[in-house]
Structures are given as structure tokens and as C-alpha cells.
């Protein structure tokens, strides 16, 4: 990715995270990343098509940054481990993430209504819950499950959660600060993966 490029795709974050979706123009962005209107259309004709490749670009970045969790103690003691690593990667627990937490929402909201938004919200969801299931299915097959798991159904409740528990961290810190939804998590991996008896 050139640099040009990729100083567009910052910008479009950062003017996300600070004031929202609907701030975003051709014009701020090219503002925001020191070059001209033309710099940008170079990239992308219209505005939909600079948030498209901006969410594919932060999509990738998620789940790279989620699966490298999985890398950086050289081992894993179980897999329930391994799955706690990857999903309190997705959770807005420093600064960095909760920028990118704030900008995921924003752009999840969208694909409501937009086709090409929503094809890149399934892309992601997808690759998680492919992972969570596979990851269960190991579990099950080592002992470490809880009876009658069931590894996709395991996998679409943990997904959905991480997505409850980002929401509920973000629009009410108050009620939901992060050691509290650390611990929501980890109790929900504790009932579906007690470990072996």
C-alpha cells in the first residue's frame, strides 16, 4: 500500500472515530491528509467507495491483529487460552482499540443499509466465527468442552458478545468499564469451556 494511500485511510479513521461517519467527505479527507481533492479521487471516484476501501482495509487489520494474538507466547496452555486471546483483541481496552472500536461501530451501523458494507460486515464476522468454531471443535475433541457444546452455536454467542460487550463499553463506560467486561467474558468461556475434569 503506498503511503499516499494509506495517510487517506488514517485520516478517514481518525475524522470516523472523533466526529463520525457523516463528517467523512472527499474534501476532509483530503484536508485531514494534507493533499488535494484530486489526490483522493485518484483513489476513490465518490465517498461510499473511500469508505468501502476503508473498511476493508480496517476489516483485515482486525482479524490480522485478532489471529496474531495467537503468536506471541510461543505456547498455548489450552485452547480456552488461545480463544481468550483473540477475543479480547476485538474489545476496546486501551486507546488504540477504542479508536478502532468506535470506527468498526460506525461502519457496522452502515452496512446496515449499504450492500457493499454489509458483504465486507459478513466477510469479517465470518473469518471470526470460523475461527471461534474451529477453535471449540478442538476443545470438544480434547476434553476441555462443556457437555453437549455445539462448536458454531459456541462460536455465534461468543462473536455476538464480544459485539455487546464493545457496544456496552463504548456508549456506557460507566456501567460497563473494562476489568468488567474482561470478567463477563471470562465467565462465559468458563461455562462453555470448563476444561478437562
Known amino acids: 500500500m503506498t503511503d499516499r494511500r494509506q495517510r487517506l485511510l488514517d485520516s478517514l479513521v481518525e475524522i470516523t472515530a472523533e466526529r463520525g461517519l457523516d463528517h467523512v467527505s472527499i474534501r476532509e479527507v483530503a484536508a485531514a491528509a494534507d493533499v488535494s481533492i484530486g489526490t483522493v479521487q485518484y483513489y476513490c471516484r465518490t ?22 494474538g495467537l503468536d506471541r507466547s510461543g505456547t498455548v496452555e489450552t485452547v480456552k487460552e488461545c480463544i481468550r486471546r483473540v477475543v479480547l483483541e476485538l474489545l476496546p481496552l486501551d486507546e488504540p482499540r477504542s479508536v478502532e472500536s468506535r470506527v468498526y461501530l460506525a461502519f457496522a451501523a452502515r452496512a446496515v443499509i449499504s450492500a457493499p458494507l454489509a458483504e465486507v460486515q459478513h466477510s469479517l464476522l465470518g473469518k471470526l466465527r470460523g475461527y471461534l468454531a474451529r477453535a471449540f471443535a478442538h476443545a470438544k475433541d480434547e476434553g476441555e468442552a462443556a457437555a453437549g457444546l455445539e462448536p458454531d452455536a459456541a462460536a455465534a454467542a461468543t ?33 462453555l469451556l470448563p476444561g478437562n475434569p
Do not use: F, Q
Not at 461510499?48 to 496474531?68: H, N, Q
Not at 457496544?167 to 463506560?173: F, G, K, R, S, V
Open 47 to 68: 465517498k461510499d467507495e473511500m469508505v468501502l476501501m476503508a473498511w476493508e482495509s480496517l476489516a483485515e487489520k482486525i482479524i490480522l491483529r485478532a489471529m496474531g
Open 159 to 191: 462473536a455476538a458478545l464480544v459485539d455487546g460487550l464493545l457496544l456496552h463499553m463504548l456508549t456506557d463506560p460507566g456501567g460497563l468499564p473494562p476489568d468488567s467486561a474482561v470478567a463477563a467474558m471470562d465467565a462465559h468461556l468458563d461455562r
